[in-house]
């Protein structure tokens, strides 16, 4: 059985390039949101999200004909899910539990216009597990239907997890020529899963276990997680010491064997700063390193903040006759990574509004990828780099975009914690 339609379950920042990609390749495509904002931006060949070349793509899918958005699920012959899987509320201290609420609601959401021979991929990045539980949502909401955990190859439904393995602002060019673990419930679901996406992949699809699919993506993100801590900490002792950490990196990383990553003021995203949580929550006596890199990024913002409170001391013992409400502070980038508008589990966001929670004074922010600041930042103004750097007296390095790296600011204090300045 061939794939015709194909239904996209979710269409954010992977959702709306995946559905984009199977539409150029003449694929019926129908996209499923909960925004309808989302749905009517997309139905006008537009995009809500920054994504170099997506809007084209789009804009050409839409016209054709081969891309709509809708806010309700139609029968396809393959569902992918591509929803957010954030963290449950939890104190301070406590190991955060991922919430499946969205991924039960969209398996609950397809399972009526589901029939004999579709396939079902989830794309979420999810903890151990959360393949098979999909796939026994479905089976609560279809008992008409034989699913693989029961069935095993005589499964009316396949079901897999497949993660998606994309940088942000490479997302077309990495969803086509990167390789794809796939991991199907059964042989079967798998190779119908490779059908799937060899629609436009050109790199390989490594087929596996969805549970070891799974595990796949939260130990990449994992990893990554770990070195960018032991920079982080390295950036710590450094300063401790009197040592410029980043000419200390360039000197090691001389060394044929060793490859320090760089440091900054946290970890954001929504994958290195949410997956390592997936594993701790489930084998938390086991994860030692795992947790502790988790704790050593998450406390970065704090010492930064520590660092502009000291700043705004050292100002005022320099200019006796100001107060703290006379100080400006400029918080130079809001995303989480350079030169994206992604703002989500984004350390920078966190210092800037931090900053606006404790100074007296005026704050404002560059960021020259988003137009409106989001709701948590009232009280900041949202300026052009050339006013920053002349009016603030403190400026604050947090995200690498490419236009502060082609320049520089000569007045005030200086806190980079990227070290392009």
């Given amino acids: 059985m061939s794939f015709e339609t194909v239904s996209i379950i979710g269409l954010g920042y992977i959702g709306l390039p995946t559905a984009a990609m199977f539409a150029s390749r003449k694929k019926q495509v129908i996209g499923v949101d909960v925004s309808q904002h989302a749905v009517d931006t997309i139905n006008q060949g537009k995009i809500h999200i920054v994504e170099p070349e997506l809007d084209m793509i789009v804009s050409a899918a839409v016209s054709e004909g081969y891309l709509k958005a809708v806010t309700t699920p139609e029968q396809a012959d393959a569902f992918l899910i591509a929803v957010p899987t954030p963290f449950l509320p939890c104190a301070e201290g406590e190991v955060p539990e991922p919430d499946l609420s969205y991924i039960e609601a969209a398996s609950k959401a397809i399972a009526p216009v589901l029939k004999k021979g579709d396939l079902v991929i989830l794309e979420s990045t999810s903890p151990v597990g959360a393949t098979e539980q999909m796939s026994a949502w479905l089976a609560e909401v279809r008992p008409d239907l034989r699913f693989p955990q029961d069935a095993g190859e005589n499964t009316d439904i396949n079901i897999a997890h497949c993660p998606e393995r994309v940088l942000p602002g490479h997302v077309v060019r990495e969803l086509v020529e990167n390789d794809r673990v796939i991991g199907g419930m059964t042989p079967r679901c798998s190779e119908r899963s490779i059908e799937l996406y060899k629609t436009f992949v050109q790199g390989d699809c490594v087929v596996t276990n969805a549970r ?115 100080i400006t502070i400029a918080c130079y980038g809001l995303a989480f990574k350079p030169d994206i508008d992604d703002l989500r589990e984004s350390p920078a966001m966190l210092i800037t509004q931090k900053i606006e929670e404790f100074h007296n004074g005026r704050v404002i922010a560059v960021e020259p990828n988003i137009e409106v600041l989001p709701a948590k930042l009232n009280h900041v103004e949202l300026v052009d780099y050339n006013m920053a750097a002349v009016e603030a007296d403190i400026q604050v390095m947090l995200v690498d975009h490419k236009e502060f790296k082609e320049a520089s600011v000569q007045t005030g204090i200086i806190i980079d914690t990227k070290g392009i300045w």
Avoid at 277 to 285: A, D, H, R
């Fill in 212 to 326: 070891t699919a799974e595990m796949a993506k939260l130990t990449e993100n994992s990893s990554r997680d770990v070195q960018i801590a032991f920079a982080n900490e390295l950036s710590i002792i450094c300063d401790k010491l009197d040592i410029n950490v980043w000419e200390l990196i360039a000197l090691a990383n001389r060394h044929p064997r060793v490859n320090i990553l760089q440091p900054g003021p946290g970890v954001g995203g929504h994958c290195i700063a949410v997956d390592p949580w997936f594993i701790v929550s489930k084998t938390p006596e086991e994860a030692q390193m795992i947790h502790t890199a988790r704790k050593v990024n998450d406390g970065k913002p704090q010492w930064v903040l520590n660092k502009v409170k000291m700043a705004v001391a050292d100002f005022l013992q320099a200019h006796p006759e100001k107060t703290a409400r006379e």
